[in-house]
Every structure is written in C-alpha cells, then in structure tokens.
C-alpha cells in the first residue's frame, strides 16, 4: 500500500524554481536533481542559527541517503521540499524529506547526518542545544 505524505507532517519548507539545465532527455527533472533538491531542504538546517548545529570546528558528513522516486517533475516550475527529523542520536541524526511538485509528492528520502571534527574528520557529539533543536522539528 502506498503511503499518502503530507506537506504539513514536515515542519521545514524549502522552495526551489526548477532550472531548464535539470531536465534530461525524457523532458522531465533528472534523478540526480532529486538529490540535489534534497541537499537544498537538509541545508536550511544544518546552516540555521537557531538550530545551533553550524560550529567553526564541525563539519557534516553524509553516511546514508535512499530516494523513493515516486512522480515525475516536469519543467517549469518549482517545488517544495519538506524536512523533518525522525531520529536523533549521540553524534549524528536522521532527516525524512519530501519533494512536493504542486499537490503531487514526487519523491521521499531518508538521510543520515553526522557531525564530525573538521581537523580529524572524526565523530563528534552533538550539543545538547542541537538536540533539543533537532527535537522540534519532528
């Protein structure tokens, strides 16, 4: 069965005009682009002051993603990409996003995020500040 999404379930939206350059062969929005949109959703809280998670020392890493392909987008346009947290751990946390083309979901994805030291590129804790941070946007 599939699942129904819902824009409102995700508390951070991010808007992104679609670009002529994103479309392939088939005449819809690449696969890769998908990723990409998605990129632009997890930024607006890695890079947010309020969620406290940008230090001068830290870096985030990407340890998973997987995509749900489960609409074309078609050019022009733009979408809104939804972004909620669905787990938090000690040293990275775990984002569901969703890529909304007008009322159609187009894709989900899960991704997994670690905070790392930027010298030894090794795991770092996140503040408790972040998780609680982290713990409003589920």
């Known amino acids: 069965?599939?699942?129904?999404?819902?824009?409102?379930?995700?508390?951070?939206h991010t808007v992104?005009?679609?670009?002529?350059?994103?479309?392939?062969s088939q005449g819809h929005v690449n696969n890769a682009v998908y990723v990409t949109?998605?990129?632009?959703?997890?930024?607006?809280?890695?890079?947010?002051?309020?969620?406290?998670?940008?230090?001068?020392?830290?870096?985030?890493?990407?340890?998973?993603?997987?995509?749900?392909?489960?609409a074309e987008i078609n050019w022009p346009g733009s979408v809104v990409i939804g972004t909620k947290v669905t787990h938090i751990g000690n040293s990275s946390f775990t984002t569901e996003q969703v890529i909304f083309s007008g009322d159609v979901c187009a894709a989900v994805a899960k991704t997994v995020i670690v905070l790392a030291d930027k010298q030894t590129r090794q795991k770092k804790s996140l503040t408790d500040h972040a998780k609680t941070a982290l713990a409003?946007?589920?």
């Open 37 to 70: 949109l998605i990129e632009m959703g997890r930024v607006d809280i890695l890079f947010d002051p309020q969620y406290g998670l940008d230090h001068e020392n830290s870096m985030f890493m990407l340890a998973h993603i997987s995509v749900d392909y489960l």
């Open 16 to 24: 992104e005009k679609l670009r002529f350059r994103d479309t392939d």
């Open 136 to 138: 409003s946007l589920y």
């Open 1 to 12: 069965m599939k699942k129904n999404y819902d824009l409102k379930d995700y508390p951070v």
